[in-house]
């Protein structure tokens, strides 16, 4: 995962086009990756409001610590990767990009 221009201004578009498409994808055929991901889910419902805002921050620090680290995306599903699915498929089912403003 490259961080480029633009991944600090609007972090949920630029998650959900560098990672959250093709994760998702693949969560229709792995039942694993679902359950999975639903576990991290149920871990940001519990643990911050899930309104576009407040996510995009979340998000925002996640990533600052994730480059602090030094941690890059393999395609294998780690804890950080699946953090970050997780944050995709709520941003896509609560529709917090419908309105097509950055997020």
């Known amino acids: 995962m490259v961080f480029e221009d633009g991944w600090a201004v609007s ?4 998650l959900m086009d560098t990672l959250g498409e093709a994760q998702l994808a693949r969560m229709g055929s792995d039942p694993g ?5 639903d576990q991290h889910a149920a871990a940001l419902r519990d643990a911050i409001p899930l309104d576009r805002e407040t996510l995009g921050d979340y998000l925002l620090g996640f990533l600052d610590e994730l480059r602090h680290r030094g941690w890059t995306y393999t395609g294998e599903p780690d804890a950080a990767s699946l953090r970050l699915t997780a944050v995709c498929w709520l941003t896509r089912e609560l529709g917090l ?3 097509g403003h950055p997020a």
Request: avoid cysteine; hydrophobic fraction near 65%; charge should be negative.
């Open 11 to 14: 972090p949920l578009r630029w």
């Open 33 to 37: 990756l679902v359950a999975a991901i």
């Open 97 to 99: 990009l419908e309105d």
